[in-house]
C-alpha cells in the first residue's frame, strides 16, 4: 500500500512538473503573439506572427489572429489613402474657389457703387454675403486641410501665457459687444512648448470664437503651469449629445449662425498633431472645454 502511495505521489509531482512546464510554455507564447502583433499593427508590416510554440491550439490562433491583422492592416491603409485623397481633393477645391469668388466679390462692389436702387441694393446685400460666406467655408477648409497634413510645422519655444493673452485681447470686443466681462486666471509661471505659435493662436482664437458665439452671459478661462488650459462658459443651447459633437466636421449648434462648423475641428487637429489632447465636457448647463499642451 505504501508503494503504491509512493507511485501514485510520484506519478503526480510529475504530472503538475508537466503542466507548470506547459503553462511556463504557454506564457511565453502568449507574450510573442502580443509582442509580434503589437509591431505589426504598428509598423502595418507584413511579417505574421509566429511565435516559436509547436502547440497545435497556439498555432490555430495565430493563423486567425494573422488573417484578422491582415484585413485590419489592409482597411487602415484604404482609410488613410482615402483621407489623404479627400484632403487633396478639398484643398485643390478651395484653391480653384478662391479666384472666382474674389472675382465676384469685385464685382459686386462695381455694383454697389454704380448707384443702385433701394431693392438692387437689397438684393446685392444678400449676394455679398453669400460670398463672404463662400469665402470663409474655403478658407476653413483649407486651413483644415493643412491642421490635419502630416507637413512638420515649424519649431520654436513659444510661450503660451503670451499667446492666450493676445488671443483673449483680440475678442475684447466681441465679448464687450455681447455684454460677457471673461474672467481669466493665468498662471505666473511661464509654460512654454515648442512648436508654431501661430498654430498655438489659431487652436487659442478658434476656441474663444466658439465661445464669444455661443456663451450664455459669462466666460471663464485659466492656464495651468502643466499645459492645461481650460474655457468654461453658460451653454444653455447645448445638451450632452451635442457637446459631444463639438469637435466633429461641419457639426454646428446653429445652422443660422453662419458657422462653418470646422472651428473646433481645426483646434482639435492642431492640439493633437502637436501630441496634445482636446475634450469637451457638459454638467449643469456649462460647456468646458480642456486643452493639454
Known sequence: MTVVLV?????????????AGMLAALKISMREIASQAEERLRESSAVPVAPQSLDGGVRRLCKLLNAELDELIAARRRYEEGDRELRRAVTNISHDLRTPLTSAAR???MLERSGPDEKQAEYLAVVKGRIAAMKKLTEELLDYSVSVSSEKEISEPVCLNDVLEDSLTQF???????GIEPSIDICAERVVRQWDKGAYSRIFGNVISNAVRYAGGDFFVSLSADGEA???NAAPQLDEVSAAKLFDRFFTVENARGSTGLGL????????????????????GRLRIVLRF
Open 7 to 19: 507511485i501514485a505521489v510520484a506519478v503526480l509531482g510529475g504530472a503538475c512538473v508537466v503542466l
Open 107 to 109: 464685382y459686386i462692389g
Open 172 to 178: 475684447y470686443a466681441a465679448f464687450a459687444e455681447r
Open 230 to 232: 481650460v474655457f468654461v
Open 265 to 284: 475641428s481645426i483646434a482639435r487637429a492642431l492640439t493633437e498633431k502637436m501630441g496634445g489632447s482636446a475634450r469637451a465636457e457638459f454638467a449643469e
